[in-house]
């Protein structure tokens, strides 16, 4: 179970860190900084996800 919760770990992460970059974008945030935290905070929401998702996977 923990080679699906890492492989969806993955993949949700990157999803949703280009997602929550481009919802600041649009927002018009601008700089390197912001931008960062805005993928890393899409990022963390990953993981919590990720175990729902394998769990119910299971």
Do not use: H, K, N, Q
Not at 36 to 57: D, E, F, H, Q, T
């Amino acid at each position: 179970m923990s080679r699906l919760i890492l492989f969806l770990g993955s993949m949700i992460g990157s999803t949703l860190a280009f997602v929550f970059v481009v919802v600041a974008l649009v927002a018009g945030v601008t700089g390197l900084w912001p931008l960062l935290g805005a993928a890393i905070a899409g990022y963390a929401a990953s993981w919590p996800i990720a175990l729902l998702v394998a769990r119910r996977m299971r």
